[in-house]
């Protein structure tokens, strides 16, 4: 499956994964890969905590880590 937490735009094409499938399980995907990013995002490995720390504009990095995670386009 695809596991890229957030996509730039919509679909292209419907993923070989989810070929004769319901829309559903294209959902399903997205949220695992959504959390995951989420994890990521806590665990440090998308924006790692001493460069967050070192930066100039920290909460201007991390509210768009946030928001990159949180925007409604799955």
Do not use: C, N
Not at 11 to 21: I, K, Q, T
Not at 25 to 38: E, F, K, N, S
Not at 39 to 59: E, N
Request: net charge positive.
């Amino acid at each position: 499956t695809h596991r890229a937490d957030v996509l730039f735009g919509d679909l292209a094409f419907r993923p070989f994964y989810a070929e004769g499938d319901p829309h559903e399980l294209i959902w399903q995907v997205r949220l695992m890969a959504r959390i995951r990013g989420l994890a990521r995002l806590l665990a440090g490995k998308y924006l790692r905590w001493k460069v967050l720390l070192s930066s100039s504009t920290p909460w201007r990095m991390l509210s768009f880590a946030i928001d990159r995670q949180f925007t409604l386009r799955l």
